[in-house]
């Protein structure tokens, strides 16, 4: 039996979707009814980090669980490894992200991912580690304004990061859900080329037809605009995030994805090709095809964005 958590979020979906119900599969959700997209026969289930014995049923008869947890410092991670030890899983794979191998990072998103791989490497069960870089879908967040303005507006535009699509993540998951082979490794994953933000603006301007502005924003723009999503620590981190952006922590490239996978990791433009929908039709305000002037920078799209899938 495999237990996927997280299945309402980015990459718990897709691993949901790909995993054969024939594979014995399990998904968790504090909202069952939320869950979409699983094959016939996958089991849908309740549960709940916060609450330690719901998760009791959950985990009955699981071999290998996938664990996604998002509540920064909420004790999510210490109440499922706790429970699934006690339940006799074998092996938990860990969403992680790949700024813990950056000896520059010290945010609040960064300490809580090394406090739960730590958490997992101390537990006596088997474990693996999944560590991506920021996925491709957060440019998502631009839509709203490239529908309306034909503009991108960020920080840091001309700063190069290996962004993932995260159906790449989710493939090397279910890799490593469904082999042998994977205990106690960490894989970082990333895509197959570092982009900036300004070249990734450009690349979905040329898909749509138009040349899409960018605005780039000041460092106290973007802490106003994300003040508005996230609480202060959150914020913080995240701009922490977009300095080490900036400074080229995020550029480097590994083959992580093709090794594990046998397919080349997709391309920024493969993504956005897969997605342009989400993107128009762009308003007549938009640049013509041509004319836009250059694009200069980017910053945090939240966690996941500017940052890592967390910094």
């Not at 069952?32 to 309740?46: I, Q, S, Y």
């Not at 069960?125 to 991108?152: H, I, K, Q, Y």
């Not at 979905?204 to 605005?215: D, T």
Request: charged fraction near 20%.
């Amino acid at each position: 039996m495999i237990l996927v958590t997280g299945v309402t979020g980015t990459v718990g979906r897709e691993v949901a979707g790909l995993l054969p119900a024939g594979a014995g599969v399990r998904v968790m959700a504090r909202d069952p009814g939320r869950v979409t997209g699983v094959a016939a026969g996958v089991e849908v289930v309740a549960g709940d980090y916060g609450d330690r014995g719901s998760l009791v049923p959950v985990l009955r008869g699981v071999r290998t669980a996938f664990l996604v947890t998002a509540r920064v410092g909420g004790g999510d991670d210490a109440v499922f490894v706790a429970a699934a030890r006690a339940a006799g899983v074998r092996r938990v794979v860990k969403l992680s992200a790949a700024a813990v191998l950056d000896g520059g990072a010290g945010d609040l998103i960064t300490r809580w991912q090394r406090e739960s791989e730590e958490l997992l490497r101390v537990s006596g069960m088997e474990w693996t580690l999944l560590r991506p870089r920021a996925f491709m879908s957060n440019a998502l967040s631009w839509a709203d304004s490239v529908r309306r303005e034909g503009v991108v507006r960020a920080l840091y535009g001309e700063a190069a990061h290996a962004c993932v699509d995260p159906a790449d993540v989710a493939r090397v998951a279910v890799r490593v859900l469904t082999e042998e082979g994977h205990a106690g490794c960490a894989y970082t994953l990333t895509g197959p080329q570092a982009l900036s933000a300004a070249e990734q603006t450009r690349q979905l301007g040329a898909l749509l037809g138009v040349a899409l502005r960018f605005e780039e924003l000041s460092p106290g723009q973007a802490r106003a605009a994300l003040a508005g999503r996230f609480a202060p620590e959150v914020v913080e981190a995240l701009l922490d995030s977009a300095q080490r952006l900036k400074a080229g922590a995020k550029a480097g490239v590994q083959d992580t994805v093709s090794r594990l996978t046998g397919r080349p990791a997709r391309t920024f433009r493969q993504w956005a090709a897969a997605h342009v929908a989400s993107f128009g039709p762009v308003a007549a305000a938009a640049v013509p095809q041509g004319s836009a002037p250059r694009a200069r920078g980017a910053g945090p799209r939240g966690p996941g964005g500017g940052a890592d899938a967390a910094p």
